[in-house]
Structures are given as C-alpha cells and as structure tokens.
C-alpha cells in the first residue's frame, strides 16, 4: 500500500534534520524546466495566477529566479503546513522514515512526485494553476506522468493499493489515470456532520503518520485509525471511500 499526500505552501528550510540520506526527485529535470519558464513571469503575473500579495509575489519570483542555486532539504522535512503538523515527521524515528520512503507519495505542481527523502528547493506551484509551459493548466503539462510513476511505485510494492490522503485539487492529476489493476482507498474526515478543512487536512497527515508507525500494509487494517477521536464510520462509507468521524 502506498499513501498519497498533497504538498504544503508552507516550508520549513531551517530546522535540524535527521542523518539520513537523501535521494533525488525522478522529476528533477522537468522541475527544472518548470522553475526556468517560471522564472521569466513577472510578480504582477503571479500574484495573479497564485491568488497572492504582491509581497508573497515577489518571494516566489525571486525563488524562480534564483532556483537553480537554492538550498535542498528532503520533502518530508520541507512542507510544513496543516498536513504536516499531523505528520509531525521531526518526531518520527529514523526506521519510520525508512518505510515511509517506501510506502508514501508525496504530489507536487513542480516535482511531480516526490518520495519523502528526495531533496527539493523551496517553490510554490500548485497543481491547480492555469499556466505551464505552452500549456493553459499545468494537470496538462503532466499530462500522464505522475500517475506512471505512482503506477510503477504500487507494482514494486506489490499490493496494488493506493490510500488517497490527498487533495482533489492534486489527486486531479492522477484521477483516472492509472491502471485498472490500482484499487484506490479514498478517506473523507468529518466532524460530526460537518467538514471542516483545517482538522481533515490535519488528520490526512496523522493517519499517513499512524500507517507508517504501525508500518500498515494491510488496506483493512487502515479502519482501525484513530488518532485525535477519529474512528471508522462503516454506514457512511463503500468499499473505496472511507469515512473517519470524531
């Protein structure tokens, strides 16, 4: 079983890391090719295209620019947002980290596909945004990439899983693309009735952490889940959409 996630806005290029050895993105050149066409749109076009201020406009012009020469830090210990507050990776032990790097996928606009240790530089691209390289949307710059290589990741793990834990602005890229040999486990966190983005983007993160603790393989295994209050509500879930409930 292979858990997917979505990126983060957020990064963390300052705190201590672990000694591990880091591996490197499959998607580096593309990465490359995306930051330098980036690189050559003007702050006024990003915050536009980003949906962001002009100060925040300018940080990611200057990461585009500057791209080729920034620092590297592995994915896992880079994002830094809601998702990732539930991970909590800092605290995960380095036997933890290792099957993680086995069984969890990280989604990127600029990476593509990322294995927790593969070293990336600090970008923001989301999978959503209408621009890319003589594209008008970056899904279709990707086009079929990202799920092969998922694809090829879930053969080598053998049980032909995917746990989707992410977005569907970034599960887009993937969706119904991959082999009809792939089962895909969909989870849906409520509160009561009511879902509420910053808890279900948290326990995303806390239910990749408690597979990689318990080093899950096991689909059915994933519904005893429950971090935080969370449990399993079968009457509101099928076989391929879950649903967790606190």
């Not at 746990?163 to 895909?184: D, I, T």
């Not at 993160?205 to 393989?217: S, Y």
Request: net charge neutral; aromatic share 10%; with cysteine.
């Amino acid at each position: 079983m292979i858990a997917v996630l979505s990126p983060a806005k957020t990064l963390d290029y300052e705190s201590p890391l672990p000694a591990l050895t880091p591996t490197t993105p499959r998607f580096a050149d593309e990465a490359a090719r995306l930051a330098a066409a980036a690189s050559h749109l003007t702050q006024k076009k990003l915050s536009a295209l980003m949906h962001i201020s002009p100060a925040l406009a300018k940080l990611n012009a200057d990461r585009f620019r500057d791209f080729p020469h920034a620092p590297e830090r592995p994915a896992l210990f880079a994002f830094a947002g809601d998702v990732y507050t539930g991970l909590d990776a800092a605290t995960l032990e380095d036997e933890h980290v290792a099957f993680a790097q086995d069984h969890l996928r990280l989604l990127s606009g600029l990476y593509g596909l990322l294995r927790p240790l593969d070293l990336m530089r600090p970008y923001r691209l989301e999978m959503g945004t209408r621009w890319a390289p003589r594209k008008t949307k970056l899904t279709d710059w990707w086009g079929d990439r990202i799920a092969q290589a998922l694809a090829e990741d879930v053969a080598r793990e053998e049980t032909g899983i995917v746990l989707n834990l992410a977005s569907q602005e970034y599960w887009a890229v993937v969706a119904g693309r991959l082999p009809a040999s792939v089962r895909v486990v969909a989870v849906d966190f409520r509160d009561g009735d009511r879902f509420v983005s910053f808890h279900a983007k948290k326990a995303r993160g806390m239910m990749a952490r408690w597979m990689i603790e318990h080093r899950v393989t096991d689909i059915d295994a994933m519904r005893c889940f429950d971090s935080d209050g969370y449990a399993f509500d079968a009457g509101a879930s099928s076989d391929d959409q879950w649903r967790f409930v606190r």
